[in-house]
């Protein structure tokens, strides 16, 4: 079955660390990988996409994720978090047809960030 | 652009009544989605259209929940009778119909049944 796993339900990080959230997929073939982020009382806004090509992507926000086949994973970082990165991140994938009538995503639980000053 | 759009943006209901959520998708877009999102479980896909046509109605959670949408621009999910565990943030988002183009949110409806 198609899921995706976020097992950390709450990080608190201090100001000025580094962030690294996890998120491993179970799919049947290479999936395309994408990081939203919500701040509360917000809709969700995408951080950045994976489709394929270099597994280092770049997001917005100074975000980046890595894509590791062999491991399923697909884990989003940040060098420096700053107090405003405070939300809740979510990882999603979505089929290789994923375009058409195949439009819908996969979304983890979602790991809710709290930055310390 | 404007982004997609919902309305109204908070709705306070009491049990039994009807409820109608609205939502505009961004112009040019052809899929839609409907999503809500509460504590205990996450954000749960509720339908979805392409091209106007609802293509996986799997996630609605009963017959009390309905959903069109009447052309590409506008899209409602009307809950009939509405109850007390209705209540959660209800999504709109919208994509182009390529592959791997992302989903677009709206900023939610958060309903409230009394």
């Known amino acids: 079955a198609q899921s995706v796993t976020q097992p950390d339900i709450h990080i608190t990080v201090s100001e000025g660390a580094s962030l690294e959230l996890r998120c491993n997929y179970s799919y049947g073939a290479t999936p395309y990988l994408f990081w939203y982020v919500q701040s509360p009382g917000q809709g969700l806004q995408l951080l950045l996409k994976y489709f394929s090509g270099d597994t280092l992507v770049q997001g917005i926000k100074g975000f980046e994720a890595e894509f590791k086949r062999s491991q399923s994973s697909f884990n989003l970082r940040k060098p420096s978090v700053h107090w405003s990165d405070a939300a809740e991140y979510f990882c999603a994938v979505g089929p290789m047809n994923y375009g058409g009538s195949q439009g819908n995503l996969i979304f983890g639980k979602g790991t809710k960030l709290s930055v310390k000053p | 652009d404007a982004g997609v759009i919902q309305s109204p943006r908070h709705e306070v209901t009491e049990m039994g009544q009807e409820v109608t959520l609205r939502c505009k998708p961004i112009s040019g877009h052809n899929s839609l989605f409907w999503y809500r999102q509460t504590m205990m479980r996450g954000l749960e896909l509720l339908i979805y259209?392409?091209?106007?046509?609802?293509?996986?109605d799997s996630g609605m959670p009963e017959d009390r929940f309905s959903a069109k949408m009447p052309n590409a621009s506008f899209s409602t999910l009307k809950i009939q009778p509405s109850e007390p565990r209705d209540s959660a943030v209800y999504f709109c988002?919208?994509?182009?119909?390529?592959?791997?183009?992302?989903?677009?949110f709206g900023p939610g409806t958060r309903l409230t049944v009394t």
């Open positions: 988002a919208s994509k182009l119909g390529r592959q791997g183009n992302e989903q677009y």
């Open positions: 259209f392409n091209n106007n046509v609802p293509i996986d």
